[in-house]
């Protein structure tokens, strides 16, 4: 890794950056994910590099989800492990919630890297679809889940989702929880709940919501967060931020 300084303006993206070419160089990351985390900039920019109000709002009902679920499960990508391991490992103990290593451009070599990553930051339940079924209605590599993982379960948190698969998830009755700083994908416009907001500065908010929640233990509560909240409001409002952004011209 380069040396980045702290007073660099674009300190925290160019951390980001580096943690991802590390990823690829590791044999962890797939080269195209460089290009989707562009795409992921240029969105932030836009939102203004922070986490709205109500990104914490579907923050919260993503929380109540995991919180809820019976079987709950966390759908682990290329870029997400590079860029979080030690918060998938910290949500993964929290919810009860393992990990499933599942990849659009799959390879058994990437998965085992993942795998080991890991386990470096301290994940014990790890699947990485050894035996697996294909989900119907999806023509990617990531149609392959895990039997006794994703295809199990019934809330699946996967941050960084590609449309298609989320589609089928939630066609086969899963509640589908996704990050996405793109408000407009397919992917945010197919899940249960879509927190547009950056994935790094989400898990943080994530794992800090969950722990309080747990704690507080009001389940009542936790069910008026999942009934009342409405994802296609949700994404309209992430939309509106920008375009009021844009028309303001509150970048000048
Ligand atoms: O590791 P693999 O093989 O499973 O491949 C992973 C990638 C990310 C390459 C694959 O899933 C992919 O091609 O994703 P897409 O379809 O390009 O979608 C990525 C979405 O995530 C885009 O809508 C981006 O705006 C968004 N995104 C990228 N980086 C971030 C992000 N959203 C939040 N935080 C980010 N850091």
Known sequence: MVTISKDHPRYNSLVLRDKLVDGCKK????IHGLIAHGRGEAFDYLIGERSTTNALEATAAASAYLLTAQRPIISVN????????A????????????????????????SEKIEQHLR????????IGRDYVRLPGIASERAKVDKRGIFLAD??????E??????ALKKSGKA?????????????LAASVTVVDELTRTMGNIIEITRRMQQAGDQERLEVLKSKFDNIQNLKISYSIILSRLQTASFF
């Open 27 to 30: 044999g962890i990351t797939s």
């Open 78 to 85: 290329g870029n997400v492990a590079a860029l979080v391991p």
């Open 87 to 110: 918060e998938l490992t910290e949500l993964s103990e929290i919810t009860d919630a393992p990990l499933e290593i599942n990849l659009y451009h799959r390879s058994t070599q990437r």
């Open 120 to 127: 470096d930051f301290g994940a014990r339940r790890i699947l």
């Open 155 to 160: 809330v699946v948190f996967v941050p960084l």
């Open 162 to 167: 590609d449309g298609d698969r989320c589609e």
């Open 176 to 188: 589908v929880l996704v990050v996405d700083l793109n408000p407009l994908s397919r992917t945010a």
